[in-house]
């Protein structure tokens, strides 16, 4: 194997695994997906010019691996209302350190929060807050500017805020109907 190719493995594997995994919410496709970067890592690096840190290029290559796997699944069913958050979905052998945040109740309601949000919010979210890229970053990895990425931002903030103000009252009231019964 190419040790460039190992290097960049090393280095970035678990931040390429995690930014699929909050993308597409199941631990068997993120892996696949993972798989699909490299493919077209190993296919492109030639033309990897180095304009941007590594790690840009590759969370730029994941964001078309996702969105084309969106597309796809768009194509077969309407994707949008189709996945929820579940543990049958991770089908985890091990542990990974986000099911144990899981167990936490406002992680809970942020990862249900995160699912509802658009693709672009999502893909904002998730490069800003947990691979904690800058603006000017994310712009890159995304092939956006600057400006759209600080107005997707806030707008995602503000539904990923509402969202769960939603969700914590529907618990609320599902608490309050069990306790009647």
């Known amino acids: 194997m190419d040790p460039v190719f190992e290097q960049l493995y090393e280095k970035y594997h678990n931040d390429l695994f995690n930014f699929l995994f909050y993308m597409v919410r199941n631990r068997e496709q993120a892996e696949d997906l993972v798989q699909e970067v490299y493919v077209r890592v190993l296919r492109s690096y030639k033309r990897f010019k180095g304009q941007c840190s590594e790690k840009t290029w590759l969370l730029s290559i994941a964001r078309h691996v996702a969105i084309d796997f969106f597309r796809k699944q768009k194509r077969r069913r309407q994707w949008a209302g189709s996945a929820e958050w579940s543990e049958e979905q991770i089908g985890a052998d091990e542990p990974i350190p986000e099911e144990m945040a899981i167990q936490n109740e406002e992680i809970q309601l942020m990862y249900r929060g995160l699912a509802r949000c658009t693709v672009d919010q999502r893909l904002v979210l998730v490069l800003r807050f ?49 306790q009647l019964e």
């Open 130 to 178: 947990i691979q904690s890229l800058s603006i000017a970053e994310t712009a890159e990895a995304l092939g956006w500017t600057e400006s759209k990425v600080k107005t997707t931002q806030h707008r995602a903030l503000k539904a990923l805020k509402q969202y769960m103000e939603e969700e914590a009252k529907q618990e609320g009231w599902r608490c309050e109907k069990a």
